[in-house]
Structures are given as C-alpha cells and as structure tokens.
C-alpha cells in the first residue's frame, strides 16, 4: 500500500464548480500534511498547508481527519486557471516529505 | 535567475551510461532532496540529504548515488542508466523554520532523462 493515495482523475469540472480532492495516509505519525499545485511540465509548488482545525486561502479550504488519517482540499467556484494536478504531501518523521501520486483537474469553460 | 538550479534539463543517453544531474541552490537551505516523476506515480524521494554530512536513502534509491559536494550542491548520479530510469527528475529545497519543516519545497524546473 502506497504511504499516501490520492484518486489520480482526472476531475472535469465547468468554470463555477466546486470540486473535492481527497488524500488517505497510512502512516499515523505523520506530522504535517501539505497541498502542492503542478502546472504540466512545470515543477510543484505550495498550495496550501493543512492544519488541524482546517484552514481556508480565498476559495481554498483544506481539512485533516486525525482519526481517519485523511486530508481533503475544496476548491470553491473554480477557474479555468485552477486547471493543474493537485499533489498531497505528508512529512514524516526523519523529515521526509511523502508525495501522493496527483489528482489532475481540467476546468472547462 | 532560479533560486534551484538543475543541469541538464534534457539528456538522452544509452543503456549502461553514467549520467550525473547537478542541481545548486541559491536559498541558503541546508536540506536538500532528489525525486523521481512518472506518470501515475507522482513524485518518489530518491535521496535526500540535511546537511554536507548528511546522505539518507529514500523510497527508491537502488540505481541511484548522490554527492553532496557543498551546501549549495547535490548531485544524482546513476552508474549504468537503465531504460526504467527514464522519468523527470526534480532537486529540491527546504528549510527549518522554529525547528520544524515549514513543508515547502523549493524545486529545480526539472531535468528530463531517457535512457535508450
């Protein structure tokens, strides 16, 4: 069983949509859970973190689920900009950074 | 200029070749990190290292060395290429803030790899 899943997509959406990712991890001392943006043939970068109490940046909000060792990211009334592969990160102890392996999102007009 | 530098950004090469892919950092990090991406896979930690002394195996480092030659250098080495080692490879970057990884990577753009 990979560390951490995501269901790869992709997720086809109309501009306007809001739309579900969702991330399992296997490892329950994991400590800090992270959502990263990649653009086609581009690197990643950070989206967002993902704190306990769940945390939101404008139509972005990130949950984590302790318990059921799950992370989720909503993307409210979404833009054809948003077209991207959402990557689930978890860091374990040692200081690794675990990634899933990318829900792709298309955004269509 | 990229704070995450990696050369080459494309290379073809053949079976049994040794290939080296450089990445240099600008950012004053003193973690660094090679992945591998394949389709379906996303990105696998091959090696990672916290400091010059510092060398860790990831999830997939068989095939694979690296040399941490300064703070601001890492090195991927693979001693005889394979074609299942043809994917992109990412260095990256990261930093402590209060003790504890911020968990944001700086990335290279990437360097493409096929091994005929």
């Known amino acids: 069983r990979k560390e951490v899943e995501q269901d790869p997509g992709p997720f086809n959406v109309p501009e306007g949509a809001t739309v579900a990712f969702n991330c399992t991890y296997s490892?329950?001392?994991?400590?800090?859970f992270f959502w990263y943006r990649q653009d086609c043939r581009k690197e990643p970068k950070l989206l967002m973190s993902?704190?306990?109490s769940g945390n939101e940046d404008g139509r972005f909000t990130a949950q984590l689920n302790r318990a059921s060792q799950y992370i989720s990211l909503l993307i409210r009334d979404s833009k054809l900009s948003d077209s991207a592969t959402y990557l689930c990160?978890?860091?374990?102890?040692?200081?690794?950074?675990?990634f899933g392996q990318g829900t792709e999102l298309s955004v269509k007009p | 200029d990229a704070d995450v530098t990696q050369t080459p950004r494309n290379r073809i090469t053949k079976t049994g070749k040794r290939i080296m892919l450089e990445c240099s950092q600008t950012?004053?990090?003193?973690?660094m990190y090679w992945y591998r991406q394949d389709p379906g896979l996303g990105l696998r930690l091959i090696y990672y290292?916290?400091?010059?002394?510092?060398?860790n195996k990831g999830e997939i480092s068989d095939g694979y060395s690296v040399s941490r030659q300064a703070q601001a250098k890492f090195s991927l080495s693979l001693e005889s290429a394979i074609p299942n080692q043809t994917a992109l490879y990412f260095c990256?970057?990261?930093?402590?803030?209060?003790?504890?990884?911020?968990?944001?990577?700086?990335f290279g753009e990437g360097s493409r790899l096929t091994v005929l």
């Open positions: 990256a970057t990261s930093d402590l803030a209060g003790g504890a990884n911020t968990g944001e990577l700086f």
């Open positions: 490892n329950s001392a994991s400590q800090s």
């Open positions: 993902v704190y306990s």
């Open positions: 990160v978890v860091y374990n102890q040692g200081g690794k950074l675990i």
């Open positions: 950012k004053g990090h003193d973690r």
């Open positions: 290292s916290f400091d010059v002394k510092d060398i």
